[in-house]
């Protein structure tokens, strides 16, 4: 008799992803990873359903804040930094102007 597998939501949640944005067919993933159609579409459902984001703890929840904040920096960093290149650049191209008309 065959050992009941069990997979985690995250798991789950990948493999559901994989099929509803197209990058594979529910067929697919049932060949690579020998798992049940049936069972997939239960995965879809549960999906749907929202029952994989329930179970984020407070944890998860704070590092993933973290993390958005840390990237809301390096976007302000590298927006102001692209700004400043953009003046050097243009401040360039005038003095190329003046010394080649």
Do not use: C
Request: hydrophobic fraction near 35%; avoid cysteine.
């Amino acid at each position: 008799m065959r050992k009941r597998r069990s997979f985690s939501s995250e798991f789950k949640k990948e493999v559901v992803e994989a099929i509803v944005s197209g990058q594979a067919t529910g067929a697919e993933i049932s060949r690579e990873y020998s798992i049940s159609p049936v069972v997939i579409s239960k995965w879809k459902k549960d999906y749907k359903a929202g029952k994989f984001f329930e179970n984020a703890n407070s944890t998860d929840i704070a590092r993933l804040e973290l993390k958005v904040r840390e990237l809301e920096r390096l976007v302000g960093e590298l927006t102001m930094e692209n700004r400043m290149l953009k003046k050097v650049r243009d401040l360039n191209s005038k003095k190329k102007k003046k010394i080649y008309p």
